[in-house]
């Protein structure tokens, strides 16, 4: 996707997947549009890169890596003492630069002092494998153990807290978060999981990468089941599980809502939790939020439902919710984004199979904008037939809206207001993750 500002949700198959890769996958892939890669330089593991550099940095010879992924990290500026450590996975189709620059993780941990590991899947689907038994046990191989490395390198080398290292993840990459808690609940003291299904429900045994029962939602199990197996996993393993955020938009084509719930029996029968909320609240218009096992923010499993949002559901904002359930902002209550250079309004008028979208841009900043580009995302589905006050190229997808000459200067707190017609399959909601200039702004 190409998720919002500074985000999803953040893909593998054989020879026997390729077909399936134009057909299945790219449910996945249609959702999670790629995103311009950042700059990274390349270090060996050899090297200790520096901490005053805060640029993404691919580290290689890390460590035992079996599915050949790569490995970016993001050291701040400034790092707390004996600093925590987020696993941020993207989606099928992205990579780990694409999440960091998609993301507000970075930025978050340019806030709070911790280090962010980008792993990035090479195998040509550029999905997790969460599917064959090797990911699905502790030790057995594949994307887990290359993970694992890396943490371990990280916390080799900036002598990181290992009581604080979290995983999250979009899609694919929340697949993996479940995956990962599953397989090293000693490594893992949370995760944070955005449109994924249960560990295990995505297993195959015949070389799959996709499994079509889970993804539309129809593998259902008690919470017991469901328990087992996570235990399984790591068999003969006593010690504390980790606690567990949930995402999930009820509308959600690509992986469907009734994975959300078989989630919650999940991680509650990990945890040892009855499937009774202990709070249910609404934080935000459209969101039912329930907490199992406490009423804080700090609950064993927390759970988001976000009502009328699809696949691609993640927005400004959910990334510093996700710090504050993992407890990384010192503090209880969930930072706001800092004001950007520019704000975006966007409205949607749907019908049948078509809509209008009224987008109005306003200059923040105290210099004259002189001739912008508006990037943003179409939801899956969408295709811009006609736009006014703007040019639009291409039609769907990541899309780059251009001033036309009599619009080209937006003075300081002045705005400008653009608009198109688009045909959509079903999703009308608003285009999101919007950049002028290359800048990210902020929703309003």
């Known amino acids: ?157 900036y002598n990181a807290d290992t009581s604080r290292v979290f995983a999250t993840g979009v899609s694919s990459g929340a697949m993996m978060t479940n995956v990962l808690l599953g397989d090293y609940p000693d490594v893992f003291a949370g995760g944070s999981a955005f449109a994924g299904v249960p560990f295990g429900c995505f297993a195959t045994t015949n070389g799959s990468e996709w499994n079509s029962e889970c993804a539309q939602g129809t593998v259902i199990h008690t919470p017991q089941e469901w328990g087992d197996l996570v235990r ?32 919650i029996k999940q991680w509650t029968n990990v945890q040892g939790l009855t499937q009774t909320p202990a709070a249910t609240d609404s934080p935000q218009s459209g969101w039912t939020r329930t907490r199992y096992g406490a009423t804080g923010d700090k609950a064993p499993v927390e759970a988001i439902s976000l009502q009328g949002v699809g696949h691609n559901l993640i927005t400004t904002g959910m990334a510093a919710r996700v710090i504050t359930f993992f407890g990384l902002d010192s503090g209880g209550t969930v930072p706001q984004p800092p004001a950007g250079p520019c704000k975006v309004a966007a409205t949607t008028n749907a019908w049948n199979t078509g809509l209008t979208a009224s987008v109005t841009i306003t200059n923040n900043s105290t210099t004259a904008v002189n001739g912008w580009k508006l990037g943003f995302t179409l939801p899956s589905g969408q295709t811009i037939t006609s736009g006014w006050s703007a040019t639009y190229a291409p039609a769907s997808g990541a899309v780059t809206a251009t001033n036309v000459s009599y619009n080209a200067a937006i003075a300081p707190g002045a705005s400008v207001s653009i608009g198109f017609q688009a045909s959509h399959t079903g999703n009308s909601a608003a285009p999101s993750g919007f950049t002028l200039n290359g800048t990210a702004c902020t929703a309003g």
């Open 232 to 263: 399984n996993a790591y068999p003969g393993y006593t010690g504390p599980r980790p606690r567990m955020q949930l995402w999930h938009g009820t509308e959600d084509d690509t992986l469907r809502y009734p994975n959300f719930g078989e989630m």
């Open 1 to 157: 996707m190409s998720t919002t500002v500074g985000n999803i949700a953040r893909r593998p198959l054989r020879s026997v997947l390729v077909a399936l890769l134009a057909g299945l996958l790219p449910l996945l892939a249609a959702t999670f549009l790629a995103a311009p890669v950042a700059s990274a330089r390349t270090e060996t593991a050899a090297e200790t890169p520096s901490a005053a550099a805060a640029t993404l940095t691919e580290i290689t010879g890390f460590g035992a890596n079996p599915s050949n992924l790569q490995m970016y990290v993001y050291v701040p500026d400034t790092v707390t003492t004996r600093p925590a450590v987020l696993v941020a996975v993207h989606w099928c189709t992205g990579s780990g630069p694409v999440f960091y620059s998609n993301t507000e993780y970075a930025s978050l941990a340019d806030r709070y002092g911790f280090i962010v590991i980008y792993p990035s899947v090479t195998r040509s689907s550029k999905c997790f494998d969460v599917s064959s038994p090797q990911a699905l046990t502790r030790g057995g191989g594949s994307d887990p153990v290359g993970i694992k490395s890396m943490v371990d390198w990280v916390t080799r080398t």
